[in-house]
C-alpha cells in the first residue's frame, strides 16, 4: 500500500495504512444500477421491510462478485492492516438534473430522488453482511437514509449540517452501546470539493499496549451535539477501547469527550485522552475528495469521519470563487445482528433502534 505525508502544524507524518480504494468499472456500475431498477420496481422504495428482510439473499444474486467479495472480507477482517474504510469510486451514476437545486436543509429534501441510490447503498450493506437501522437518537429516525445538506441556520454546529467549523472525526454515535456496526457515505454531489477525513484505530503504533488505560470505563462519553440535554447525564462511564487488547476497536468523538468542557472528565481520564489525541490527531488522512457517485463505507469500530471546513455553495477554481450547487450526502447505517440489541429496539420493528444513551432507552417510546 503506497504511503501518504500529511503535513500538519510543521510536523512531518507519515500515514501508512490507507483506506482501499476500488474504482467500479463500467460494467459493475451497470450491473449496480441495473438491479436497483429492479428493486425499485418490484419493491417501490427502500425503506420497505420486505426489501430489508432479504438484503443479503438480493445482494448476493445481483452485486457484481468482485464487490461481494471485497465485501464479505471486509466485514470480518479486524486485522493490523485494515483500515477500516473502502472508497468504492464511481458506484453509482448520479442524475444531478433530475435531483435538481440542492434544498436548503435536510428537512425540505425530496426522498423519492434518492430512491435509487438507497437500492444501491443497501445491497453494499447487505454484502457485508449487515442490516440498515435506524436510529431514534438522530433525526426520531427519519428513515433508512439521511441525506446530509449543508444548513445555513446550522453551519456553526458540529453536526452533519454544519459547514464553517471542522467536524471533529468521531465514530458515529460513540454514546451507544448499539452504535452502527457499517456506514455508507454516498456523495450525490460535493461541487466545493472539501476533503473527507477519516482516522483509523490501526494507524497507531501497538496502541494496545501503549495505551492500555483506554480500555479501563472510567471515561464521560456524553450525548452528541444534536440531541437537547437538559440534564445531559454523564454519570454513565465507558471505555475508548475495547474488544481485542492488541488490535482494538474504538468509540470515540474528539469533540465531546475531549472538548466538549461542560462534561468534566476526571483528571487521570482527561489526561489519557489528551494523550491519545496528541498522537491520533497527526494521522487523519484527509486526501481524499469524493466525487458525485462515490461511496465511503467505513466499519465504525475501526474508523472514524470526519470533514473540514467549508463555505457551502462556493467552489474555488484557480483562486478564483464560483457559486455552486451545495453538497448533498446520503448516509446509511446498519448493524450485524439484530438479536444482540433487541431491549433497544422498538416492539414491532427491530431494525428501529431507540437507545438513548449507553444502554439506557428512551423512555417515552
Ligand atoms: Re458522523
Known amino acids: 500500500m503506497n504511503s501518504i505525508k500529511i503535513l500538519d502544524n510543521e510536523t512531518l507524518t507519515q500515514v501508512k ?45 445481483f452485486l457484481p462478485e468482485r464487490i461481494l467479495n471485497i465485501a464479505a472480507d471486509f466485514a470480518s477482517d479486524f486485522s493490523k492492516n485494515q483500515y477500516g474504510a473502502l472508497i468504492f469510486k464511481g458506484l453509482m451514476e448520479i442524475d444531478q438534473e433530475n435531483i435538481g437545486s440542492t434544498p436548503p436543509n435536510w428537512q425540505s429534501a425530496d426522498y423519492s430522488k434518492f430512491n435509487l441510490y438507497g437500492f444501491a447503498c443497501a445491497l453494499i450493506h447487505g454484502a457485508l453482511p449487515s442490516k440498515p437501522v435506524q436510529y431514534y437518537s438522530q433525526r426520531q429516525g427519519g428513515g433508512l437514509i439521511h441525506a446530509i445538506i449543508p444548513d445555513e441556520k446550522m453551519r456553526e454546529t458540529q453536526t452533519g449540517s454544519g459547514s464553517s467549523t471542522d467536524l471533529y472525526v468521531h465514530t458515529e454515535d460513540a454514546f451507544l452501546k448499539h452504535q452502527a456496526d457499517f456506514l455508507s457515505f454516498m456523495y450525490v454531489r460535493n461541487e466545493e470539493q472539501v476533503p473527507s477525513t477519516l482516522y483509523s484505530i490501526r494507524s497507531h503504533e501497538s496502541i494496545g499496549e501503549n495505551y492500555r488505560p483506554l480500555f479501563d470505563r472510567i471515561y464521560k462519553i456524553p450525548k452528541d451535539a444534536n440531541l437537547e440535554t437538559e440534564q445531559n447525564e454523564v454519570d454513565t462511564l465507558d471505555s475508548v477501547l475495547y474488544g481485542n487488547y492488541k488490535l482494538p476497536f474504538m468509540r470515540f468523538d474528539a469533540a465531546e469527550q475531549l472538548f466538549n468542557s461542560s462534561i468534566k472528565q476526571t483528571e487521570e481520564a482527561q489526561q489519557y485522552l489528551t494523550e491519545f489525541w496528541e498522537e491520533a490527531r497527526h494521522l487523519i488522512y484527509s486526501g481524499f ?77
Do not use: W
Open 289 to 365: 475528495t469524493p466525487q458525485a457517485g462515490d461511496v465511503i463505507l467505513v466499519n465504525n469500530h475501526l474508523c472514524a469521519h470526519g470533514r473540514s471546513a467549508f463555505r457551502a455553495g462556493v467552489r474555488n477554481i484557480d483562486g478564483i470563487e464560483h457559486p455552486c450547487e451545495r453538497r448533498i450526502m446520503l448516509r446509511m447505517m446498519s448493524k450485524v445482528s439484530l438479536i444482540d440489541m433487541r431491549a433497544h429496539t422498538l416492539t414491532e420493528d427491530p431494525f428501529f433502534v431507540i437507545e438513548e444513551h449507553l444502554g439506557k432507552n428512551f423512555q417515552h417510546l
Open 17 to 61: 495504512l490507507l483506506p482501499t480504494v476500488i474504482e467500479i468499472t463500467s460494467q459493475e456500475q451497470r450491473m449496480i444500477k441495473d438491479a436497483a431498477i429492479h428493486l425499485q420496481k418490484k419493491y417501490g422504495n427502500y425503506e420497505n421491510r420486505d426489501f430489508i428482510r432479504h438484503v443479503h439473499q438480493l445482494a448476493s444474486y
